[in-house]
């Protein structure tokens, strides 16, 4: 990222974290849609018209604190002078750096384009898009690292538990116990086990009155989130059973991240519209089907740039979906629900062992349904 637009982006997490007090967690999925509309400074934000930041931040309370906080800070009379706000520290900076570079694709295309498309998975790394989704509603203050972190911990739970149903596997770590003494969080209707962790967060500022915010420091304060436990590491490593107790107390091994971020984008594909994409309910129910996108050669270039538009559409009809559901559900409703969506649109393969890693079709327009009013 050139240095420009890395100030850029710094500069506007800092707004949104400091002035109009989002959690780090909070913001981060939404600077690159500010950015999108010009949304990047404060004047730019108050002179917006509010409809915009609806659509962005989907929740009338945060419009309102990013709207009001925009206004004071392009109000010369109310605002304190650039010049003596103190830079992010390193630290923060470091956090909302790597944050950043987990960012997975988006695209601009509207829920009706969308839902003309298919896509081609197997159904390991749809769960985990469905998993990843969902907590960015039922764990909202979770960042980007942790939702991913956690999203992999619960697919990798569910394939070691279907490997041993179908006899690839004799026991899983959770049948042997090295989950206990952790903590656990629930995600498409399992508990997993958890590290917690803790990221940097700007301090609140502290306020005279209301009009007039007064200078404020460089500290941060500390925001607790989670790590996913890798149990078939733990377990291969013949590790302890409670957290901390590993060489050099590091705590047991993780599901990164990044590696989570990875698998999205190598194994979700978009397939060329055809004759069952149009209605025909047996459309993810092909034996073997078509090779995405045959229609020439394609580089590597362009066949990664494929992949990031088919899982950018996946995304965002499964944030649809349960945007849509989630001012009428508590979040173990919408987690139950988006449990029973999965098993509704995940590809049909084969029974038993013939079935293990086995692609299939997956019309968005099946996910797109499943949104409420729809």
């Known amino acids: 990222m050139a240095a420009e637009a890395q100030a850029e982006v710094q500069a506007l997490l800092g707004f949104l974290t400091r002035d109009a007090k989002l959690p780090l967690a909070a913001a981060l999925p939404k600077?690159?849609?500010?950015?999108?509309?010009?949304?990047?400074?404060?004047?730019?934000?108050?002179?917006?018209?509010?409809?915009?930041?609806?659509?962005?931040?989907n929740d009338e309370k945060i419009v309102k604190q990013v709207h009001n906080a925009a206004k004071r800070l392009s109000n010369p009379k109310k605002r304190v002078a650039s010049t003596t706000l103190?830079?992010?520290?390193?630290?923060?900076?470091?956090?909302?750096?790597k944050e950043a570079q987990l960012a997975l694709p988006q695209i601009d295309s509207s829920i009706d384009e969308i839902r003309t498309r298919t896509i081609e998975s197997n159904r390991a790394p749809l769960f985990l898009a469905f998993a990843f989704t969902?907590?960015?509603?039922?764990?909202?203050?979770?960042?980007?690292?942790?939702?991913?972190?956690?999203?992999?911990?619960?697919?990798?739970?569910?394939?070691?538990?279907?490997?041993k149903w179908i006899g690839l596997a004799d026991s899983t770590a959770e049948d042997e116990g090295w989950a206990?003494?952790?903590?656990?969080?629930?995600?498409?209707?399992?508990?997993?086990?958890?590290?917690?962790?803790?990221?940097?967060?700007?301090a609140e500022p502290e306020t005279q009155d209301s009009d007039k915010t007064v200078e404020e420091d460089a500290k941060t304060t500390s925001h607790e989130a989670f790590w996913g436990i890798d149990l078939e590491a733990l377990r291969k490593s013949n590790g302890p059973l409670a957290a901390g107790k590993m060489a050099g107390n590091a705590g047991p091994p993780i599901h990164k991240p990044e590696a989570a971020r990875a698998y999205l984008l190598k194994s979700i594909d978009l397939v060329e519209p055809d004759d069952d994409a149009n209605g025909h309910e047996d459309v993810a129910k092909t034996e073997k089907p078509s090779s995405p996108a045959k229609s020439k050669k394609m580089t590597v270039a362009e066949k990664t740039a494929r992949r990031e538009q088919a899982v950018a559409m996946l995304l965002k009809s499964l944030e649809h979906v349960c945007a849509s559901w989630a001012s009428t559900l508590t979040h173990d409703e919408l987690d139950r629900r988006a449990s029973s969506w999965y098993a509704k649109v995940r590809p049909e393969v084969e029974g038993g062992q013939a079935g293990w890693g086995q692609r299939g079709k997956v019309p968005l327009r099946a996910i797109v349904d499943l949104a409420k009013d729809s």
Do not use: C, W
């Open 180 to 202: 206990e003494g952790q903590p656990k969080v629930k995600i498409m209707g399992r508990e997993i086990a958890v590290m917690r962790r803790h990221i940097a967060v700007p």
């Open 31 to 57: 600077y690159n849609l500010m950015r999108t509309h010009g949304l990047t400074t404060p004047d730019a934000i108050a002179k917006s018209d509010v409809g915009i930041l609806k659509s962005i931040f």
């Open 86 to 97: 103190p830079a992010p520290s390193k630290h923060l900076k470091s956090t909302e750096d």
């Open 134 to 163: 969902l907590t960015k509603f039922t764990l909202p203050d979770q960042p980007l690292s942790s939702r991913l972190s956690l999203a992999q911990a619960v697919t990798s739970a569910g394939a070691q538990s279907k490997a």
